[in-house]
T-cell receptor, first 114, second 114 residues
Framework: KAGVTQTPRYLIKTRGQQVTLSCSPI?????VSWYQQTPGQGLQFLFE???????NKGNFPGRFSGRQFSNSRSEMNVSTLELGDSALYLC?????????????FGEGSWLTVV | QKEVEQNSGPLSVPEGAIASLNCTYS??????FFWYRQYSGKSPELIMS????GDKEDGRFTAQLNKASQYVSLLIRDSQPSDSATYLC??????????????FGTGTRLKVLA
């Protein structure tokens, strides 16, 4: 069974630009969540989607947005990039996202903003 | 008070020793508890999950949960240099909370000395 696939793996953007990251969950998983990981803050929850609906959103500005498609694939977008957005962005999938589900991470997308 | 707290370390243990990693959480209604291992530059990978009080063993790993004390730990027996990584504790909120996010601690860095 294929794991969680994230693209692109590495990218460099300039301040003010926008970026879109993609995530394909494990086959059969309908919940996709996104996390930002930085050295100082650890893993910070961005949002979670299930059946194309955002069920939860973390404490991030509106520049961070996401969506989920009918095939459970998800994208997240960051607009007007700031230097502080440089981080590892992790996507995780689980069958339903309910408490008790194990979440499985993709390899992540390393974003550097210069 | 942070929702999930871990000592950042580094925790240094000699090869062959037992490494003990600890995690406390603030939400008394938390239902599910997970330990992930993250090597430098890689994404987190699941080591163990635990849902009820007591011990759960899997090979060299033992997870311990005490809901009354809001405490979960991970023991690694016969520690190997390959166990050197950051260990993340994750907690899911109560099912009745209506939230679908996993809350991570900032991780404990383990160094196993050869």
């Amino acid at each position: 069974k294929a794991g969680v696939t994230q693209t692109p793996r590495y990218l460099i953007k300039t301040r003010g630009q926008q970026v879109t990251l993609s995530c394909s969950p494990i086959s059969g998983h309908r919940s996709v969540s996104w996390y930002q990981q930085t050295p100082g803050q650890g893993l910070q929850f961005l949002f979670e989607y299930f059946s194309e609906t955002q069920r939860n959103k973390g404490n991030f500005p509106g520049r961070f947005s996401g969506r989920q498609f009918s095939n459970s694939r998800s994208e997240m977008n960051v607009s007007t990039l700031e230097l502080g957005d440089s981080a590892l962005y992790l996507c995780a999938s689980s069958p339903t996202g309910n408490s008790g589900n194990t979440i499985y991470f993709g390899e992540g997308s390393w974003l550097t903003v210069v | 008070q942070k929702e999930v707290e871990q000592n950042s370390g580094p925790l240094s243990v000699p090869e062959g020793a037992i490494a003990s990693l600890n995690c406390t959480y603030s939400d008394r209604g938390s239902q599910s508890f997970f330990w992930y291992r993250q090597y430098s530059g890689k994404s987190p990978e699941l080591i163990m999950s635990i849902y009820s009080n007591g011990d759960k063993e899997d090979g060299r790993f033992t997870a311990q949960l005490n809901k009354a004390s809001q405490y979960v730990s991970l023991l690694i027996r016969d520690s190997q240099p390959s166990d050197s990584a950051t260990y993340l504790c994750a907690v899911t909120p109560a099912p009745t909370s209506g939230t679908y996010k996993y809350i991570f601690g900032t991780g404990t860095r383990l160094k196993v000395l050869a």
